[in-house]
């Protein structure tokens, strides 16, 4: 911990509560400034309260003060990235150097002794409240009981369970009945299991089920489910509501009531019933809950009368129906299957029921309106599937030992037992059901009469309240969950056009536009009356939802990501993952049709969110596996021997600020997209404490620039005392394993001339340390220039005056003040020739020495890209003129060898001829200012007259390398002749032998062969390894 001296304590600390103000630790006269200074006067316990943020031990805990705190939960609440600032906690800085008076810094709010327990802060505006206006009522909030079990349980009970699961105990039987139901159960367990997993692992908000697959796949796949998932609840509020409006209908026509005629009928009853529903929603989420306490009990009592009345004697007209109380004989003959119809085979009737399995995502769906969503999600979720699945198998198992499969229901089929000619177990108790059954055209039993609980129950009617309540419990359940889900999905802004109906209302933030939108949709498909196409499709909508779950928790499993803790234990990585694949093939057991149907939006949607890039960072799942990917392959790389077939051209460039010199990004940019590795590098000059601010503030913004900028590159900054240590940092550690640069990339120093002397031996210097450290060098002259900083400054700010370093030497640069991540992201595209189409032009490479290659393969690489993919290429090599077929047929040769598809070969005899008197004569006057002219002395007079000038040319040198000074003259005056008009110009880097070429010279070399060229010129010299070869091996 970061200690402070001791001074005499206050006597107020003896009830200190909290955290110590900074004032308290430096003293009453140093109490009024430091970067958690407190206000005047304030105390440890001060009466006044502090501007330090939350709770720090006294001194009686640790027996001295301290800047350090202790773990508080508001430390580590809306935790965004890696070393974003907490409130509260001191910063690195604060405890590791000196402090020091910051009276500009913002001081953060102290909390009060007692919120010293752990527990979140309440707002300010929520503790005290304004002046003349009431405090604002706390949001309602459901526990696990009220808010998740009776909601799932509501959801997943349906119509289904009175009126069909009687039927499909007929055909399947019992045992296979039971098999159904398990099968069915045990995706959704398993998928309770993993959102139970998904719910604990972190705060939960608003937006169920989008919420938890968006927070942990991200915005790609869970806005695709979010907004089909959201659609799904609306249209089923229709499902519901019309299946309920249906049994309304049935019920008029059976005493001859109808209002219109039974399709509209439909239509009426469903549009009051759902804007009743609306009403209760509208009232708010109380009321809604209310309302859903009472269908629960209405199912309830219809439950329990279906169970009593299974053992009330039998009636005549009950057995005329099939129904014979509880029978051992019935029990066995009901537990084989009796397949009848088209749809009479197991997995048919398991596409049936599944449905009835679903809902489970309920109360997951309105997490924003749970007490303690990490608790109540996992309890009354499975909860409610252990309630439901028993709830089923003793439906299933009762009514298949009372009732038999075919029955008459006419009371004039008794006969005595025992009767000649009876056939079927009804014999044995007294009714011969033989001949409707051998026709087929019983009415009754559990194989013909959906209303079998019906008619088993002790009081028919409390099974048609019950339906009513399993109907327009799941129409409200949807009705709610619906807007609830779109509305997060809205916030969020992963879709144009939604936003509107983001805002919410009151307390709980009601996404009352949201009920409204879900209300027209739903009326809209009650009016269609016609539900039975698109309810396979919202079935799957909901698998969908469910293989997603499971494969969030797998994923997020997978991956190994520290930040995946759930607290809930018992699940399975891989029965997440059996659970995704069951789903997807239920799917496509449901209409195969509405399957690829469900898959096409789902690609559709995931498509356009990948086409936008949305601006969000929710620490995903995917994020985690990029990660892991990318780890294992750079490990794998590792072990990978290095051919010469798959040398790929990796760069340092340094580029200083990378939107300085785009011309430079660009040309690296281009060859190296989707190819090889381009890391951006940044040297930052200056005292350490002075320039790491800079590099924390503006390396994320320079990333940002990069990716608007379309270039697949890295960036990285060093802090170093000059430009070339700096340099020597990156050449050594830029890189990971094999996925280290081998190319050294940097622009011309255009005002070598009138630079300072050391600046210049600190240029040449660097690529003399590229070549010692087995990098290739690739050096870039424009006539223009390259550092565009003084006209980005000068329209940003017309008193800029750009840093020294920033023009001089290509590689280095200063940002310029307020130069902060968000305006770099936000700064004007400066275009530059590399981003425009070249058309018909050349590409000229004066291959002069051999280099392996290098000076090669890069116009190559850059000739296959569409914007130069029409430049011819020619190829220009030194020669004999008495000799040229010969070595043009060579070249020629070795260039097919190549396969790199170089047609035009150019034989230059003339390059030994000596320049023009007027050029050479130039040259020399260039050499002048930076000669010693010493006269041809002995080498100890004139180390001795260089004394601290090292780059000073001796007349010696300057003869030494005399041949070497013309051939560069000659070659500017061939470069002027041959390719005037070419769109790009390589050539071979001449190299200054180091100790024996001075920097200056080596630099009038490198500005006569360049000078005067209006393309842009490339000097490449490769490392003098092969990078190109002709064998296959």
């Known amino acids: 911990m970061a200690e402070l001296p001791v001074p005499e304590l206050p006597a107020t600390l003896s009830h200190c509560s909290g955290r110590f103000t900074i004032s308290t630790l430096l003293g009453t006269e140093e109490g009024g400034w430091g970067p958690y200074a407190a206000t005047e006067g304030a105390g440890c316990d001060s ?103 009776i909601r799932c349980m509501l959801n997943i009970w349906g119509v289904i369970l009175y009126l069909r699961l009687p039927w499909i105990t007929a055909q399947a039987g019992i045992a296979l009945t039971w098999l159904i139901i398990l099968m069915s159960v045990t995706v959704t367990t398993i998928t309770g299991f993993s959102l139970s997993a998904i719910s604990t692992n972190g705060k939960v908000k608003s937006g169920g089920t989008y919420f938890l697959i968006s927070r942990s796949l991200g915005p790609e796949l869970g806005g695709s489910i979010g907004l089909i998932f959201a659609f799904a609840n609306a ?120 449905p009835s399995a679903t809902g489970i995502l309920a109360g997951a769906n309105i997490s924003g309106d749970l007490k303690d969503p990490a608790v109540a999600i996992p309890k009354g979720t499975l909860m409610a599937i252990f309630w439901t699945t028993v709830s089923y198998l003793v439906l299933s198992a009762t009514i298949g030992a009372c009732v038999v499969r075919d029955a008459s229901g006419s009371l004039n089929d008794s006969v005595a037992v025992g009767s000649v000619g009876c056939e079927g177990l009804a014999c044995s108790f007294g009714w011969n059901f033989t001949a409707c059954a051998q026709q087929q055209s019983c009415r009754y039993g559990l194989s013909n009469y959906y209303q079998s609980m019906s008619m088993v129950s002790g009081f ?23 807007p609830k889900v779109f509305q997060c999905l809205c916030r969020d802004q992963l879709y144009p056009l939604i936003g509107f109906f983001g805002k919410g ?100 949607l995931l498509g356009y969110v990948l086409y936008k890039k949305p601006d969000v960072n929710w620490g995903s799942s995917m994020q985690a596996s990029s990660y892991n990917m990318a780890l294992n392959y750079s490990v794998g790389l590792s072990e990978v021997d290095e051919h010469i077939k798959n040398y790929r051209p990796q760069c340092l460039v340094l580029t200083g600020p990378p939107n300085f010199r785009p011309a430079l990004v660009d040309f690296v940019g281009t060859f190296t997209k989707n190819l090889s590795l381009m890391l951006c590098g940044n040297v930052l000059i ?18 940002k620039w990069l990716t608007k900028r379309k270039i697949k590159a890295f960036y990285t900054d060093v802090v170093a005392e000059d430009l070339r240590s700096g340099v020597q940092m990156l050449i050594q550690a830029a890189g990971l394993g094999k996925m280290r640069p081998n190319i050294l990339v940097l622009g011309y120093k255009r005002n070598w001339r009138t630079a300072s002397p050391q600046s210049l031996e600190d240029y040449v210097g660097i690529l003399h340390d590229a070549f010692d450290f087995k990098y290739g060098v690739c050096l870039m ?154 006269g041809f002395k002995d080498e100890a007079t004139v180390n001795e007259m260089r004394q601290g000038c090292p780059w000073k040319i001796s007349d010696e040198e300057v003869d030494k390398n005399r041949a070497k000074s013309l051939r560069q003259v000659r070659l500017n005056e061939i470069l002027l002749d041959y390719s005037r008009d070419a769109a790009l110009i390589a050539i071979t880097l001449p190299i200054g032998r180091k100790g024996r070429c001075p920097s200056s010279l080596y630099m009038a070399w490198l500005e006569t062969l360049s000078q005067d060229l209006r393309p842009p010129v490339i000097l490449t010299r490769g490392n003098q390894e092969n990078v190109l070869t002709f064998y296959c091996q």
């Open 47 to 149: 009466a006044h309260p502090t501007h330090l943020s939350s709770s720090t031990l006294c001194t009686r805990t640790f027996g001295y003060n301290t800047v350090d705190v202790v773990p508080a939960y508001e430390h580590y609440a809306n935790s965004k990235g890696v070393g974003d600032a907490r409130k509260g906690r001191p910063s690195l800085a604060d405890l590791h150097s000196i402090l020091k008076p910051d009276p500009g810094r913002l001081h953060a709010p102290v909390s009060s002794p007692q919120r010293s327990n752990g527990l979140p802060e309440a707002g300010l505006e929520e503790v005290t409240g304004e002046p003349g206006r009431a405090p604002v009522p706390d949001p309602v909030r459901f526990g696990w009981v009220k808010g998740v079990m």
């Open 235 to 354: 249209v089923a509020v229709a499902m519901h509501t019309v299946g309920f409006a249906e049994t309304v209908r049935d019920l008029l026509q059976e005493h001859n009531s109808l209002i219109v005629d039974p399709t509209n009928d439909i239509r009426i009853i469903g549009v009051v019933t759902v804007t009743v529903l609306l009403g209760i929603s509208l009232a708010g989420m109380e009321w809604e809950a209310k309302a859903q306490t009472l269908f629960f009990l209405v199912i309830l009592v219809s439950f329990i009368n279906y169970l009593v009345g299974t053992v009330i004697p039998a009636t005549a007209e009950k057995q005329a129906k099939g129904f014979f109380s509880y029978r051992a004989d019935i029990f066995a003959q009901n537990f084989v299957p009796n397949w009848r119809g088209p749809e009479g085979s197991f997995f048919g009737l398991f596409s049936i029921f599944f």
């Open 460 to 482: 028919g009617p409390l099974i048609t309240a019950g339906i009513f309540g399993a109907t327009l419990s799941s129409a409200l359940a949807c009705l709610v969950s619906a």
């Open 505 to 604: 209302y009151g307390r709980n933030s009601e996404p009352i536009r949201g009920y409204m939108l879900t209300y027209v949709i739903a009326v809209g498909f009650i009016l269609i009356a016609e539900l039975n196409a698109i309810a396979p499709i919202i079935s799957n909508f909901f698998l969908c939802s469910y293989a997603l779950i499971n494969f969030s928790c797998f994923h997020a499993s997978i991956t190994n990501s520290p930040g995946w803790r759930p607290s809930f234990r018992y699940y399975s990585k891989w029965a997440a993952l059996f659970g995704a694949a069951v789903s997807v093939v239920i799917m496509f057991l449901l209409p195969w049709w509405a399957a690829l149907i469900a898959f096409g939006i789902v690609i559709f």
């Open 686 to 703: 200056g005292p350490r404490k002075q320039k790491m601010p800079e590099s924390r503030l503006t390396a994320d913004g320079h990333t």
């Open 781 to 934: 002259r424009m006539k223009e220039g390259l550092n565009v900083s003084r006209v980005m400054q000068a329209h940003v700010n017309p008193t800029f005056e750009a840093a020294e370093h920033a023009e001089e030497n290509g590689t280095g640069g200063r940002a310029a003040p307020g130069t902060d991540s968000a305006t770099l992201a936000s700064e004007q595209q400066a275009s530059t020739i590399f981003q425009s189409e070249q058309g018909k032009k050349t590409i000229d490479i004066y291959w002069l020495f051999d280099d392996g290659g290098l000076t090669l393969l890069i116009p190559y690489l850059l000739g296959r890209k569409k914007r130069w993919g029409k430049c011819k290429i020619r190829v220009f090599v030194g020669g004999q003129i008495n000799r040229m077929d010969e070595e043009r047929k060579a070249i020629v040769s070795l260039l097919s060898k190549f396969r790199l598809g170089f047609q035009e070969v150019h034989i230059l005899p003339d390059i030994n001829q000596k320049p023009r008197p007027e050029h050479i004569k130039r040259f020399d006057d260039l050499i002048a200012p930076f000669r010693l002219n010493d």
